[in-house]
Every structure is written in structure tokens, then in C-alpha cells.
């Protein structure tokens, strides 16, 4: 059974504070993503990775930073939270050969204070 | 740029009637089509993708390449596939880009 495991599933920090949302997979895919996903605004990308060290601005990356040190291992960092960053955060990946299709882990959702 | 339009928010229909979501697309090579579903407090599920041609719960979804769409559809809705769909795309490459719409909501009604 594939698996992508995102390390909290609810996250509370005050404004202003550094955090760090972890996300592993277990299928040795070499894309992954992450997504915020609010009301009305469907899904939409922050940044994605397509190989270690590497990686790609989506279409809503400020305020935000990633990291990818290790291909299983992709982390989302907020330099300083604001409130208009409390969201739902969703990581998926994906394999860059044969279909696209992405695996999405189980969501954290972030509230800022 | 690729984009993807749901251009409903919200879709009621009665249990045993036909559902139709509809997906536009935009992108300017051949792009991998999917639709994804999240039931209640589920994780987000691929529902089907267009080049496996296939039904899955019932559903179908067609490309067409021409009006640039990959509506969802099912003859005959069930309580069962109330949930949220969302429609997305792929680029063609070396590494894809995955981008979603802004999802549809699908109420049964018993």
C-alpha cells in the first residue's frame, strides 16, 4: 500500500513563528508536491520538487520556503506564520515516468493565532 | 501556462439521476487528465484518469481535445458518491506539474 505521511495532522503557532510541516513517501516517486487547499479555491500549488535539492515555485509561494535534502522527504516551511496562512496543507507526490498520477497524504491543517 | 476551470461550485442532484461535472482545460501540449475525489475526513483519492479509458464507480470521463474538456460523468447517482471532485492536469515531461481546479462539490439527495 502506498503511503505518503504528513508528520501532523493539526498544527496550532502564533503569528510570527517559524514552522516546519514534514511530509514522507515510501514510493521512491521522484516528484512531489505541496498544496493549500481552502473553500472555494480548490488546491493549488506552492512549490513542487522534481528530484533532491531541486525545486520549482507554484503558483502561491510567498511566504513560504521547501526543502528537499532526502527524495523521500519534503518539507514546507513558514519563514514567520501569519493568519492568512492558516490553511489545510496537502503534500503529494508523484512518479516522472508513466502517468502522473498523485499519491496525497492525509493533510495538516494549520491554524495561526 | 496550464490551467484548469470547474465551473461549479456546487451540484445538487436526486439519487438515480445522471451527473455530469464539467472540466475546461487549458495547455498548450498534450496534457494527462484526471479527476480526483475526496470523500468526508478521506484523503484525496484518484477517481480516474483519461488514458486508462475506463469506469470507476460508475463514472466515465471523455477528453476532448477539441472544446479542450474532460467532464465526469454517471448515468445514475447514488448517496454514495456525494463527496467533492476535483479535476486536474498534467504537462507532458520529464517532470509534471500537477494542477487542480477549484473543485465541485456533489450533493445526492436521497
Known amino acids: 500500500d502506498v503511503k505518503v505521511t504528513q508528520s501532523s495532522r493539526y498544527l496550532v503557532k502564533r503569528t510570527g513563528e517559524k514552522v516546519f510541516l514534514e511530509c514522507v513517501q515510501d514510493m521512491d516517486h521522484e516528484n512531489m508536491f505541496w498544496y493549500r487547499q481552502d473553500p472555494g479555491l480548490g488546491l493549488r500549488l506552492i512549490y513542487f520538487s522534481y528530484d533532491v535539492k531541486m525545486k520549482e515555485k507554484g503558483d502561491i509561494p510567498e511566504g513560504y520556503s521547501v526543502s528537499r535534502e532526502k527524495k523521500e522527504r519534503f518539507s514546507l516551511i513558514l519563514e514567520s506564520a501569519s493568519t492568512n496562512q492558516t490553511s489545510m496543507y496537502l503534500c503529494a507526490s508523484s512518479p516522472s515516468r508513466g502517468s502522473a498520477e498523485a499519491f496525497f497524504g492525509q493533510g495538516t491543517r494549520l491554524t495561526v493565532v | ?110
Not at chain 2, 40 to 58: A, D, V
Not at chain 2, 66 to 89: I, N, R, V
Request: positive net charge; charged residues 20%; contains cysteine.
Open chain 2, 1 to 110: 501556462a496550464q490551467r484548469v476551470t470547474q465551473p461549479e461550485k456546487l451540484l445538487s442532484v436526486f439519487k438515480g439521476a445522471p451527473v455530469e461535472l464539467k472540466c475546461n482545460y487549458s495547455y498548450s501540449g498534450s496534457p494527462e487528465l484526471f479527476w480526483y475525489v475526496q470523500y468526508s475526513r478521506q484523503r484525496l483519492q484518484l477517481l480516474l484518469r483519461h488514458i486508462s479509458r475506463e469506469s470507476i464507480k460508475g463514472f466515465t470521463a471523455d477528453l476532448n481535445k477539441g472544446e479542450t474538456s474532460f467532464h465526469l460523468k454517471k448515468p445514475f447517482a447514488q448517496e454514495e458518491d456525494s463527496a467533492m471532485y476535483y479535476c486536474a492536469l498534467a504537462g507532458a515531461g520529464g517532470y509534471q506539474k500537477v494542477t487542480f481546479g477549484t473543485g465541485t462539490k456533489l450533493q445526492v439527495i436521497p
